[in-house]
Structures are given as structure tokens and as C-alpha cells.
């Protein structure tokens, strides 16, 4: 793997859909070669911006999330490096939700023309690309069923695990101990609690042995045991094994 | 439009983002070229199944939902004719979701090779099919915000005003008239309530003389007024008019 993908998490992410040549990775290169960087909670875009750029996440925590008129807030998620923001928007009138970051960001904004241009020149980067979006899209199934069925216990474990799994891919998870800059307010938030009810949540979790968040710092303590309270499954997070895969 | 455009609700939905031509809409016709017919509540595919195959709706009305250990149900999704179903699970392992019919449904089987040669052989079709991933993708959105952060009333008045929407677009609503066959308990399990809650709901709305459900058929009495209670905006729904969208 050359210099390209040593420093890419987009790469590191894409690199069990390989193998990749040098002209391929020179492809993905592509969506990476323009830097931008910005501090923490900085808006990138709004809800309702048109734009024909989408946002590759090099470093940091950033939030996806949308304000409602009597003040509340629902995140749709937190994408992580290697993640591509504002996919939908391109093919919309604009965004759907708002995207700002959460601690110091390096982003890559990326042309529609170049995102498309990149699929066209290379199958392996447009299968990349649409694995990417369709697991975006199972994240955002997943959210859903949590909001909506699962109890604040379940989907509260649901989402440490699921955030474990994604750092694993980008190599920022080790042995069950990640970074985790999301305060408890963007937490509950997108988790459809009240901070308070989170708050308590986590302290059951902490007193259960199963995972302690603190001061930024997840540390899950029973893998197994939070997975069996969580009925979780990591497969919608992982790169597609099946043979034929398109 | 010749005969393929005129019965096929795809191109219906499809139609502002022409002008087509013959060939492309062929090309559009392909997706359509399979007919399977099913009964009321027939399943489709199960989540995990891995299939080669996505579906174009052609009639009736479809469920997308997950089923959780204990017995309760996430409805994701209620697809309509013109929609397509099982996109995502394509390009992942296998489909994150279960479909099912509601009311007999005919259907058309889209293998992925077909989905994507339509799309390679026109730049109109490839975005046709892009605005319909974005699209379904903003309609999770919103359903996650529905779920996680407006009250009963504000998310029943949200998702009742999304299907007048969505049906207006392939010509199944007419002056806030539909035909609705989902009863109440998959729409108490698409909105995250009881049967019971989503039922008060409803004696609620029809009591401040905003819309009527019953027997299968929605009447949209004050439209504005629903329209404040959920402080709705269709723009998410309706093909894009921006200039230069790609």
C-alpha cells in the first residue's frame, strides 16, 4: 500500500474491499486531496444548504443532526473518519440535516463531479463507494429500531457497541477502549433521552461492570455481556464477505 | 410517453426529472420487465437474507420492518408503487430489514446487474435512481426525527401529510383522498406508540376536525392546519429543481 493509503482512514475503511492498485487508490487519493481544517463546533453546513460537495471525515468527531422548531434536537449520527458526509444531499435540493463538528476536524470536501468521476473510472471504488452509502443507511435502520422499540438500557449499549465497532475499522479502537468526545448532551440527543435519563442510564451500565464512560474515555469491561443486554450484531458495520458480492 | 411510461408508477414518479427519452425509458421499462404478483401479508425477503435482487413496487401497499428479540416491531418504511426496495441490501451482506406485502402487491424483481447496467447506459436513469436512494434515505431521516423528538400528535399529523405526498407524486391522492390499508397496529409500530396511544391520537386529530382515518381511506379536512401542527415541508419528497443538480 503506498503513501496514499498509509494515511487514509477512507483507505483503512475500503481496505478489506480490495485488493486495490496503485491507480485505484490514486482514485480514492482523489476524494482525500483537498484539506480543510476547522475547530471544534464549527457548522460545515445547514439543513436546507444546496451544495454539490460532500465531506470526507480525515480526523476528529463530527455530528449529523437536525433541529426541530420548539428547540429540540435529534443527531442522526456521528461520522467518524473515513466516513463521506452530505451523499444525499448531492442528489437533493439540499441537505436534510445540519453537520457540524464536535472537536478539531480535518475534512476533504468532495465534488459530486469528482465522487461520480471516481465510480466511473474504477468498479472497485464505485463498489466502495456504495457499500459506504448503503451502510450508512443500515446505521441509520438501526437508529431508528433503537429510538423506536428499544428500551433506554438496550439502545444506550446498542451505541457504545456500534461506535466500538466503527473506531475497530479505523483503527482507533483497542480491547474495548476508545475516545469518545461526545458529550452527554449530543449523546441523549441522539439517543431520544433527556440528559438526566441518560446520565442515569450510564451510571446502571458503570454499576453493572459492563462499561464506565468517563471524562471521554469509553471502557467496556464485559464485551460479551453488554452484546447479550444489547442483542447486538456488528454485521451491518463490517465490509460484505458474500462471494458475488457486485 | 409511450405505453411502457404511461402504466408504470416509476415513471410517474420519475417524470419531472425528464425529459425522457424512448430509450431511456426502456431502459427505466427493464426494471419492470418481471411481474411477480403476491397476497395480503406474503413475506418478500427476511432481514439477513442475502439476495442479488432489489424490487420495484408496481401496485399495492408493502412493509419494511425488524422484528426484536422480544417480540416488538420497527416499521422502517411503508413502500408504494414507483418504489424500490432492498437497494442497500445489495451491496451489503444481506438485507438489514423484512419486506412484506400488506395488500396483494405485484412486483418486479430488479436483479443488480440490471439496476446497474440501467444505470451505466444512462446518465438519466443513474440519476433517477440516485434521487431515489437520497430520497428514501431523507425519509429515514425524518422518520428518526419523528420517532426520537416530536410528540404523538406532531408525528402522526408528520407521517400522515409524507404519504398524501408520496402518493400525490404517482397520482393516488386527490384533494387530501387516499386510500391508507395499513391498520393501526403497523402504524403505531412504524411511529414507536401502542395501538392504544396512536388510537387517542387519532380521535384527536379528527376531533379538531384536521383528518379522519377510518376504514382504509384518509380525509385531509384542514390541510394548513395540519400542515402548522407538524411543521411540515415536503421539499424532501418531491423530485429536485435546483439548477445543475446532477
Known amino acids: 500500500m503506498n503513501d496514499v493509503g498509509c494515511h487514509s482512514p ?8 480490495g485488493p486495490w492498485t496503485d491507480s485505484e487508490l490514486l482514485a480514492l487519493g482523489s476524494f482525500g486531496s483537498r484539506r480543510r481544517r476547522l475547530g471544534a463546533h464549527q457548522a460545515i453546513f445547514h439543513e436546507r444548504d444546496a451544495s454539490d460537495e460532500a465531506y470526507l471525515v480525515q480526523s476528529g468527531w463530527t455530528c449529523v443532526y437536525k433541529l426541530l422548531p420548539d428547540g429540540g434536537r435529534q443527531v442522526i449520527s456521528f461520522p467518524l473518519p473515513g466516513d463521506i458526509v452530505g451523499i444525499s444531499g448531492l ?3 439540499g441537505a436534510q440535516f445540519s453537520f457540524e463538528s464536535l472537536t478539531p476536524v480535518e475534512l476533504s470536501p468532495i465534488s459530486t463531479a469528482t465522487l461520480l468521476n471516481g465510480a466511473m473510472a474504477s468498479s472497485n471504488v464505485a463498489r466502495a463507494v456504495r ?13 431508528l429500531v433503537n429510538v423506536g422499540r428499544r428500551s433506554a438500557l438496550m439502545r ?4 457504545i457497541l456500534e461506535l466500538a465497532h466503527r473506531l475497530r475499522l479505523i483503527g482507533a479502537e483497542r480491547a474495548g477502549e476508545f475516545a469518545c468526545p461526545v458529550n452527554q448532551y449530543w449523546m441523549a440527543d441522539a439517543l431520544g433521552l433527556t440528559a438526566i435519563h441518560l446520565n442515569r442510564v450510564l451510571r446502571e451500565l458503570r454499576e453493572a461492570h459492563l462499561v464506565t464512560l468517563r471524562a471521554g474515555h469509553v471502557s467496556i469491561h464485559d464485551y460479551e455481556g453488554l452484546k ?3 442483542v447486538f450484531d456488528g454485521d451491518y458495520l463490517s465490509p460484505p464477505k458474500r462471494v458475488g458480492w457486485p
Open 10 to 17: 477512507l483507505v483503512r475503511k475500503f481496505q478489506a474491499l
Open 131 to 143: 457499500w459506504s452509502v448503503a451502510r450508512d443507511s443500515a446505521i441509520l435502520v438501526e437508529h
Open 156 to 159: 444506550t449499549a446498542h451505541f
Open 91 to 93: 442528489f437533493l435540493d
Open 228 to 230: 447479550d443486554l444489547a
